[in-house]
């Protein structure tokens, strides 16, 4: 089911399951007037939930909290039914969005409180300087469709924690979750400062063209169509974009965590996952052993259309689109003289691919230069970790990497070497997890931070400068009209002694200086 078949009339959007193609539910597609006339009320309200404070917004925050786990079981219903995800996948985007609501509730106060620098010019001695964060009145949050609950977690939840209102445009692939997201904050009579906007691209054009800052997430070819419109309005944006991420498997790792964790890293939510591991590079005395272990990992794999039973590990792809794409990187990779151990070809019921190990592959196939996003892991034998670091950087991508090795030394000095945003050592997407640092990818990965401790929370903030008196202010400061010379010297004399070095802190210059 590609996006554009779930539109069956001008007005309403039809989603269906992935898995069997039956109809889930309906959206409207709302137009440029509706979106603007939501974020015009969403304007009204905000200067309210600002004026709340961290604390006061915090209430509102955990009490979300509460609906949330509260209404978990069938959060996770509506996620399977809209992205034929297994219940083990689904599952996690209701808890970790709990997860979220407590990390930027409590943290918000401190990360949001007034710095308050002492002056390095001693022009402003005199001065009390305090920086002050104030949020950005309408935040735009356009969301993918591979975690539909989750990622409006992601990003909503920190600028309403700073004190924005949020407009959310989820993806027309998966919108029910979004409005079971949007519902929850309405359902606990929380104040009208979350609002959604259902639709395609027109949608999500007249969000941009209606707030104050932009946060994307998706591919990199739609990501800089939005960062073209951000500049035409001069508009501040944040971009998490593709990935291509490798896994670096050297010759002292502990195969059997790096077989395991390499097989739950590229597979999880059937590869389609931003920090997905897409490319393998292993050394050549450990890549027959390592292989075997991946294939045999991957081939054990239970494939299927879950209930609420927990019984299959891999799920379907969220569109026919998505099989198609994964089905032409493995069909060129093998016609090219890669060959598929395992998997290799769609299942032949609605949108499921066999999860699939590629060997013998080369770095110049699509399986290895294009995003994936789906269950596949091509493996490729290297020398030693100066040509995995080599070709794990030869990418267009940054995003995140993996490093397996029994020398966590060695993995943290690999991992420099690494030109991505993230790395795990002897882990896979586990930064993913960790709210206090940051998630940002690097060259066309995207542009600034995710999220990721106090820079997750600011991103969504202007700072402001306020200088005020520390002392008793006289008529006149030192710079003042009328321009006096013994004023102006004194005033620079200070300046210069305060940052120049030896006799020229004086005013004279060192013997041999040039005049």
Known sequence: MTATEHKTDASTIVVRNPADGHVVGAVPIETSDTVAAKARELRLFQPQWEALGPRGRKRWLLKYQDWVLDNAERIIDVVQSETGKTRADASGEPTVTASLLDYWARHAERFLADEQPRSFNPLAMTKKLTTTYRPYPVVGVI????????MPGLDTIPALAAGAAVLLKPSEVTPLSAVEFVHGWTEIGAPPVLALATGYGDTGAAVIANVDFVQFTGSTATGKKVAVACAERLLPYSLELGGKDPALVLADADLERAANGI?????YNAGQVC???????VEAPVYDEFVAKLTENVRRLRQGQDDRNFKFDVGALATSKQRDIVQ???DEAVAAGARAVTGGKPTGTGTFFEPTVLVDVDQSMSCMTEETFGPTLPVVKVADEDEAIRLANDSVYGLSATVWTGDKDRGERIARRLDVGAVNINDAISNAFAYDIPMGGW??????TRMGGAAGLLKYCRPQAITAPRVPTPTKELLWYPVSSRRVKFALGLLRASAARGVRRLGIAPKGAAR
């Open 275 to 281: 920090v997905s591991v897409e490319r393998v590079y």
């Open 328 to 330: 032409r990187h493995v």
């Open 263 to 267: 097989a739950w890293g590229g597979m």
């Open 443 to 448: 060259k066309h990965s995207g542009v600034g």
């Open 143 to 150: 969301t993918p469709w591979n975690f539909p609950f989750l």
